[in-house]
């Protein structure tokens, strides 16, 4: 919540310490409101390096100052990863969404990993009828 300080006076001493002290506690609100957002966006990055270790994840800002969450295989990509679907940067709006494109990523990798096992999870373009 911020402080209505439109009818305070900033022309007495009074009406100045009143709006100092408004403002003091709008600054204080708007601190603890970024500390908690930076402390959710730390606790997501931890889940998700944890969960995909085999990913460089990082949180990166483009050129017009936009959060993306990105993520970089940390190992080189064969012929077969890439003719999978398997990409070589993922980058997400939020820690959701590339959540759910390093589950898919895995699920491709596991698809070559495991070409002589069971059948495996074709990508959507597959589905749809379009050869791979």
Not at 2 to 30: C, F, I, P
Not at 116 to 128: E, S, T, V, Y
């Amino acid at each position: 919540m911020y402080w209505d300080t439109n009818h305070l006076d900033a022309d007495t001493k009074a009406g100045l310490d009143e709006l100092l002290r408004a403002t003091a506690q709008s600054v204080r609100q708007a601190s603890a409101l970024a500390a908690l957002i930076q402390d959710l966006r730390d606790r997501q990055l931890s889940v998700l390096r944890g969960t995909y270790p085999a990913w460089d994840i990082a949180l990166e800002l483009d050129s017009t100052e936009r959060l993306w969450w990105t993520a970089v295989p940390n190992r080189s990509l064969t012929v077969e990863l890439v003719a999978e679907g398997v990409m070589r940067i993922i980058r997400c709006e939020d820690a959701i969404a590339l959540a759910a494109a390093l589950a898919w990523q895995s699920t491709l990798i596991g698809n070559v990993e495991n070409a002589a096992g069971p059948p495996h999870i074709h990508p959507a373009r597959q589905l749809q009828g379009r050869p791979a």
